[in-house]
T-cell receptor
Framework: GAVVSQHPSWVICKSGTSVKIECRSL??????MFWYRQFPKQSLMLMATSNEGSKATYEQGVEKDKFLINHASLTLSTLTVTSAHPEDSSFYICSARDRPTYEQYFGPGTRLTVT | AQKITQTQPGMFVQEKEAVTLDCTYD???????LFWYKQPSSGEMIFLIY??????QNATEGRYSLNFQKARKSANLVISASQLGDSAMYFCAMREDTYSGAGSYQLTFGKGTKLSVIP
């Protein structure tokens, strides 16, 4: 089956610093990748949809200047949390959509802790 | 309005028994897909089963089956012969399959049901 990787799997950073999370589709091309955020004991909340070569589409209430998304190739999308604060601590999950089938495959997630 | 409703925040089931996790959905799109995912404590989203809106038969995958009642807009997950490893969060999700612009083909998730299997 299709594999999506995320790196890092967990990260601890200090308040005010920026953190970059990578999402890669390993064996398929993904024109579209999704970024989700999940707080403890809650559901996945879609943050943004990124399409290769174009600007990401952010969901209402998500600060695009804080959560920078880049989808520079058909296999890589990155989420950068800029000037992170403790309230940004969360579990971030990416998923990639397989171009021919529209099936969506999830990465293993990245646990971010901001101290 | 919520598109996916999971009314059971938590469920308990005895090992080796069957359990049904409820999911109702709301859409006016005639073409859609329904998904169930399992999320163990590690956080990864594990795809379990898929049902298309035009599928005539209920989907089955091993111990998982989807009880699809289109008129009632329900897509309940049935897990047979529960195992301790089934303890996890379970999410129902829907994808509307008619193109409608930038947000097309997104998955919409329910709030989830935490299943605990008792030995």
């Amino acid at each position: 089956g299709a594999v999506v990787s995320q790196h890092p799997s967990w990260v601890i950073c200090k308040s005010g610093t920026s953190v970059k999370i990578e999402c890669r589709s390993l064996d398929f091309q993904a024109t579209t990748m999704f970024w989700y955020r999940q707080f403890p004991k809650q559901s996945l909340m879609l943050m943004a949809t990124s399409n290769e070569g174009s600007k990401a589409t952010y969901e209402q209430g998500v600060e695009k200047d804080k959560f920078l998304i880049n989808h520079a190739s058909l296999t890589l999308s990155t989420l950068t949390v800029t000037s992170a604060h403790p309230e940004d601590s969360s579990f971030y999950i990416c998923s990639a959509r397989d171009r021919p089938t529209y099936e969506q495959y999830f990465g293993p997630g990245t646990r971010l802790t901001v101290t | 309005a919520q598109k996916i409703t999971q009314t059971q925040p938590g469920m308990f089931v005895q090992e080796k028994e069957a359990v049904t996790l409820d999911c109702t959905y709301d859409t006016s799109d005639p073409s859609y897909g329904l998904f169930w995912y399992k999320q163990p404590s590690s956080g990864e989203m594990i795809f379990l089963i898929y049902q298309g809106s035009y599928d005539q038969q209920n989907a089955t995958e091993g111990r998982y089956s989807l009880n699809f009642q289109k008129a009632r807009k329900s897509a309940n997950l049935v897990i047979s012969a529960s195992q301790l490893g089934d303890s996890a969060m379970y999410f129902c999700a829907m994808r509307e399959d008619t193109y409608s612009g930038a947000g097309s083909y997104q998955l919409t998730f329910g709030k989830g049901t935490k299943l605990s299997v008792i030995p």
